[in-house]
């Protein structure tokens, strides 16, 4: 079972590469990122020890998507998507937050709720909800992005405050972050689905505010079925969901959840299959595209070579 786990180019013009829990990132001169979305898989901050076919192109194919697809709400950082695993994009300052926003209550959203805890990111909920149900209107819950280790929920007020971000434009983070999820929620309906919850990274290049990295992808987002989800929410039943959940879910139920002195389980080729298949059936549900299987035979020296014929023009 073939997946791309890892790329060890040397790109002309390359200045610094990073490798993060699924993609490389290669600096070319000082204002180009070429980001290659590797089948790693990552769950509780954790890479898990087998790669995952077809993922990495799943992630970058649906991140072209929606990114096309929004540009007219917030500029982007993409200049070329050159191969199925491959973007290359304008170099920007990251935010140091995640902007995440949820619709309705659901996983960590969940996990607090039923702790007791009736504010998230200094932000309240309601009494009464049940998981899976609607808040009032969507909130709007950032982390702060850890370099190593777990990102950490943070509010508006010590975002501000702490100077992460300046006022002005954390409240245009918040503008955009709450204009990408109606027109990702609007998309999604038309697909039969639910946007639930999801986040943004955006970057700052010469003074613009542009949305980078991944978007609506699986691995940042969560989607419920449309179809049955009254029923369910009505009888109590849990929902039918398109995320990386069932993963996390999987490690969960073998002992796992990235803390210390726990063993990461095996995965079979068929637990791999099935997360690949899985990951598949998502992007054909969520753009509403047929999925092209690229040959995973020799994938590296495919995607060297587009990236460079890319960077020369």
């Known amino acids: 079972m073939n997946a791309l786990t890892a790329t060890q180019f040397q790109l002309p013009g390359q200045t610094a590469f990073y490798k993060g829990k699924v993609r490389d990132v290669y600096s070319i001169g000082d204002d180009k990122l070429v980001m290659v979305v590797s089948d790693r898989i990552s769950a509780f901050d954790v890479v898990l020890p087998r790669g995952i076919p077809f993922k990495g192109q799943v992630l970058n194919q649906v991140a072209a998507h929606f990114l096309e697809a929004t540009k007219d709400l917030v500029p982007n950082w993409v200049l ?171 490690l969960i139920e073998n002992g796992f959840m990235g803390k210390d002195g726990q063993q990461i389980p095996v995965m079979s080729d068929d637990f791999v299959q099935m997360v690949s298949d899985r990951y598949i059936e998502l992007y054909e549900k969520v753009t509403g595209k047929t999925f092209v299987r690229q040959d995973l035979n020799g994938v590296e020296a495919r995607v060297e070579r587009n990236i460079r014929a890319a960077l020369a023009h």
């Not at 960590?108 to 909800?129: N, S, T």
């Not at 808040?135 to 190593?148: G, H, N």
């Not at 990274?201 to 991944?214: K, Q, S, V």
Request: proline share 5%.
């Open 80 to 250: 070329d998507v050159p191969d199925p695993v491959v973007t290359i994009g304008r170099r920007c300052e990251p935010y140091k937050v995640e902007m995440v926003i949820r619709g309705y209550l659901s996983g960590h959203a969940w996990r607090e709720y039923q702790a007791g805890r009736r504010v998230i990111c200094g932000v309240a909920m309601p009494d009464g909800l049940r998981e899976s149900d609607p808040f009032p209107e969507p909130i709007i819950t950032p982390t702060t992005k850890a370099a190593v280790g777990h990102d950490e929920d943070i509010s508006r007020e010590e975002i501000i405050s702490r100077g992460i971000v300046a006022e002005e434009e954390y409240m245009k983070l918040e503008a955009y972050t709450r204009a990408l999820y109606k027109r990702g929620q609007e998309m999604a309906a038309k697909q039969g689905l639910i946007l639930v919850d999801t986040k943004y990274e955006f970057g700052n290049a010469a003074g613009t505010i542009y949305l980078m990295d991944e978007i609506h992808t699986p691995d940042s987002s969560r989607y419920f079925y449309a179809d049955g989800y009254e029923e369910r929410q009505a009888k109590g039943e849990a929902q039918r969901q398109l995320s990386k959940e069932f993963v996390r879910q999987w």
